[in-house]
Every structure is written in C-alpha cells, then in structure tokens.
C-alpha cells in the first residue's frame, strides 16, 4: 500500500467510525438475470473505496443503484445515517452524494470557465441561466477560477471544453463536481481511455480532491487502484467476492482466478501484485 493510502488509513485503523454509505443485501434482477446480488458494502468516512471486477461483475449496475438511476429489486442503501433507497437521483444529490459517469459529460460548446460556473449555481436553486444576462453568473467567476486551479485547468479557462483533450475533459468533469460541493464522490472509471500521462495526471487530481472527503470509485486500472484505494471491494456475478486492503485482496486466489481469462495485463498485475 503506498504512503498516501497509509496516511489516509492512520486515523481510521484504530476505531472504525459509522459508515458513510451502506448497503444491506442490495440486489436488482432484470426479468429473472440477477445483475447485483446481496451486496452489503461499507464505504468509511475519510477514505478512497475501489469498486473492481472483471467486465459483467456488476460494478456499474451497483453505481447505477446508489445514485438511484436504478431501483433495487431488494435491499436498502443508507447514507450518512439516512435510508436513502427510495430518494430521487437529485435528492441524492443534494444530500451531498455525487457522481460523475464514465464517458465524460461537459456542455461541449461552452467554455471550461462557464461550465463550472453553471455547476455553481446549484445554490440559486432551480434558476440555471443559459438565457440570461451574464450578470448573475459574474459573481461565480472567482469561485470557478479556484476550482480550475485546484484541477489544473486555469489556463484553458476561456477554451470550450469540446476542444480539450479527452484527458482534461475529465479533469473538467471533477471540477464540476466539486463545485456541487460533495461530502462524497462517485467516481466512474476516471481513467477510461486515457494515455499514461493522463492517468498520472487523474490520479494526482483523484488524490488531491479526495482530502476531506469520501470517494467511491469503479476503475479497471489496477494500478490505479493500488495506488489510490484504501479498500478495494471485487465483484464477481452480481456478488462480493472479497474485500480489503490492496495487497490482502489481490493474494486471493478466488480474486486472481475471476481476472484470468479476461485482460491478459490486468490478471498478471492482480496475480503478480
């Protein structure tokens, strides 16, 4: 486990506290395929949680649950104390609860800067205005500006975001996620597709992000994961296989045998960590 993951831990290890989000025996069918089958996950205030499996393991379905896109066919999801099972995707929301998808979701003719003010205006409301005065938005200028700092994106400030590279599309898409102001981050496959040097780059930024808050995360880099996560939870069918820190998980034998057979470079790096 790396330095960063350790320090993160320090404070947790010595008395567990409540959790943060959890679910009890959450299970969705779809006309008798069993897609997620009674999970019970404990995600800690404080830390980084990895969601991993081989493709079909049920991973996204699960996201899809907790930030109710999906219904459960049974079970119940709790957040900070609250049973949220049966809330609307934006009520999730509010509460503090949010997440950002696998392929990237930025209002592409728009510039990086008005993109991060209009996720600010979150606190007007209802009131989101494309079709008004520049005025209102003005006031959100200083406050986009240090979030672009925080994901290193101020200087294509005035760029449109169709414009940036897939990469800083996903920095963009964290920007405008933190500026709903998250108790905790969903993060769906950040490093999707990505270069190597924009992996590194997510990373540092996953890290950076992360300090004061929880972070739920589906990612298929296993380096990634090692790097990041605190705990590590591995679905295999539907169902938790196992869960733990890094280097206990990626011994398992059961863990190691779910990767053989589908990408050659991860289920060396799984049976090889």
């Known amino acids: 486990m790396s330095n960063t993951t350790t ?9 567990q506290q409540p959790a943060l989000l959890e679910t009890r025996g959450l299970t969705k069918e779809f006309r008798g395929f069993v897609a997620v089958s009674d999970v019970n996950l404990s995600v800690q ?10 493709n079909g393991a049920g991973k996204t379905t699960c996201f899809n649950l907790l930030t109710k896109f999906l219904q459960p066919t049974r079970g119940t999801i709790h957040y900070n104390g609250r049973n949220i099972t049966r809330m609307a995707p934006a009520d999730i929301a509010r509460l503090g609860l949010i997440r950002s998808f696998q392929i990237s979701a930025v ?11 209009l996720a600010l205006q979150r606190e007007r409301g209802a009131s989101f205005d494309f079709w008004r005065s520049e005025a209102p938005l003005r006031a959100y200028n200083e406050r986009a500006m240090a979030l672009l700092e925080d994901v290193g994106l101020a200087e ?9 590279p897939y990469g800083r599309k996903r920095a963009l898409e964290i920007a405008t996620t933190l500026a709903m102001d998250p108790k905790m981050m969903l993060l ?4 999707a597709g990505m270069t190597h040097a924009d992996v590194d780059h997510i990373v540092e930024l996953v890290k950076r992000v992360a300090q004061g808050r929880t972070v739920l995360m589906v990612e298929h880099n296993l380096k990634v994961v090692e790097g990041l996560c605190d705990t590590i939870t591995v679905l295999t069918r539907g169902r938790v296989l196992a869960e733990g820190p890094y280097a206990e998980v990626s011994r398992n034998p059961e863990v190691i045998a779910a990767y053989l057979g589908t990408d050659p470079e991860q289920s060396g790096a799984m049976a090889h960590a």
Do not use: M
């Not at 320090?7 to 008395?15: F, V």
């Not at 205030?45 to 081989?54: A, D, E, F, N």
């Not at 769906?188 to 490093?191: C, G, H, Q, Y």
């Open 7 to 15: 320090e993160r831990t320090a404070g947790i290890s010595s008395g």
């Open 45 to 54: 205030p404080g830390t980084i949680h990895g969601l991993i499996g081989p």
């Open 107 to 117: 209002f592409a003719s728009q510039t990086v800067l008005e993109n991060v003010r």
């Open 156 to 164: 294509y400030a005035t760029a449109t975001a169709g414009s940036l």
């Open 188 to 191: 769906d496959e950040p490093t």
